[in-house]
């Protein structure tokens, strides 16, 4: 059995890891800001095809990590900036971090 810190940074790792999807409405209103047709975007990522993007915008798909920074990179952001919210109140995450409270409770032996 894990001790409480253990168990504590193992549950903040996992956090960390579980991925977030883009928000298609941010990427459409920074590309706008900056000017940018869906094609110009594209070709400023490093080639990424114009569908590509329609395709994020929509939510449609969940591009990997190295398309969002290089979109983010075009658009002079970071990846964070164009990822939905974190959500502060998964009953999951909740429930993990009761655990945590708990195992850390306990005396490890």
Do not use: H, Q
């Given at each position: 059995m894990l001790g409480g810190r253990a168990a504590a940074e193992i549950a903040c790792m996992a956090t960390q890891m579980m991925p977030r999807r883009v928000d298609g409405s941010a990427l459409?209103?920074?590309?706008?800001?900056?000017?940018?047709?869906?094609?110009?975007?594209?070709?400023?990522?490093?080639?990424?095809?114009s569908a590509t993007v329609v395709r994020v915008e929509r939510g449609e798909v969940s591009p990997h990590p190295s398309t969002v920074a290089a979109l983010a990179a075009a658009l002079g952001c970071v990846p964070e900036d164009l990822l939905e919210p974190q959500d502060d109140h998964d009953p999951g995450a909740s429930r993990a971090a009761e655990e945590v409270g708990e195992g850390a409770a306990r005396p490890s032996g």
């Open positions: 459409k209103r920074r590309r706008l800001e900056a000017g940018f047709s869906r094609e110009r975007l594209g070709a400023a990522a490093g080639g990424i095809a």
